[in-house]
């Protein structure tokens, strides 16, 4: 039962270092989303992928980059780290077709990102 | 115009008691989903409840019902006999079908619910 899974869970980067976060999902779910969490908002959608080699923005995509190599995997990179995108940060995944009970949003269990 | 509104930052209610969550929302579109997620403070999402927009009855999830209100696009989060465990951030999210080519979820800024013992 793994669900969503995310890599790494807590990770403090210096201003300027680069890194990726590794989402997972075993759940055969064709669109996949990274968002972000800052204190006191919900949740921002950075990048999307409707599919394998596929991705899109969202809402708040400066300064992060997305691939999607592989069905079951979404990386987001941050080339340049700065304290602004220090941040929790939601991997998501669901099926396409019409919206029901059944096609809800599953969510990672998040990944704290501090950036110094 | 924001999509989401979650009016309020945080509510306490008395263990045992009933407490509502209010949520209003905003779309031209007519078919449209609504969810509420519970995040504890271990910090993952959790899927509450869902209401579609053609649903003619109010969703239910054992202590979870959502008081939907079409014409006024409100979707109340209603919690019955509180438990401590209930104590968490508690979001309300929309998703549209054509506010991207992912269906992706907007959410509000959330409800700090305290569940007082």
């Known amino acids: 039962n793994a669900g969503v899974t995310q890599t790494p869970k807590f990770r403090v980067l210096k201003t300027g270092q680069s890194m990726t976060l590794l989402c997972a999902q075993d759940?055969?779910?064709?669109?996949m989303y990274w968002y972000r969490q800052d204190p006191g908002m919900g949740l921002r959608l950075i990048h999307y992928s409707v599919g394998e080699g596929t991705t899109a923005k969202g809402e708040v995509p400066d300064g992060y980059n997305v691939s999607r190599l592989k069905k079951q995997n979404f990386l987001l990179g941050l080339e340049s780290a700065a304290p602004s995108q220090t941040s929790v940060y939601f991997c998501?995944?669901?099926?396409?077709?019409?919206?029901?009970?059944?096609?809800?949003?599953?969510f990672g269990e998040g990944s704290w990102l501090t950036v110094v | 115009a924001q999509k989401i509104t979650q009016t309020q930052p945080g509510m306490f209610v008395q263990e045992k008691e009933a407490v509502t969550l209010d949520c209003t929302y905003d779309t031209s579109d007519q078919s449209y989903g609504l969810f509420w997620y519970k995040q504890p403070s271990s910090g993952e999402m959790i899927f509450l409840i869902y209401?579609?927009?053609?649903?003619?009855q109010n969703a239910t999830e054992g202590r979870y019902s959502l008081n939907f209100q079409k014409a006024r696009k409100s979707a109340n989060l209603v919690i019955s006999a509180s438990q401590l465990g209930d104590s968490a951030m508690y979001f309300c999210?929309?998703?549209?079908?054509?506010?991207?080519?992912?269906?992706?979820?907007?959410f509000g800024s959330g409800t700090q619910l305290t569940v007082l013992p």
């Open positions: 999210a929309m998703r549209e079908p054509y506010s991207g080519s992912a269906r992706q979820l907007t």
């Open positions: 209401q579609g927009s053609y649903d003619e």
């Open positions: 759940m055969n779910h064709e669109y």
């Open positions: 998501a995944s669901s099926f396409p077709g019409l919206m029901s009970s059944g096609n809800t949003i599953y």
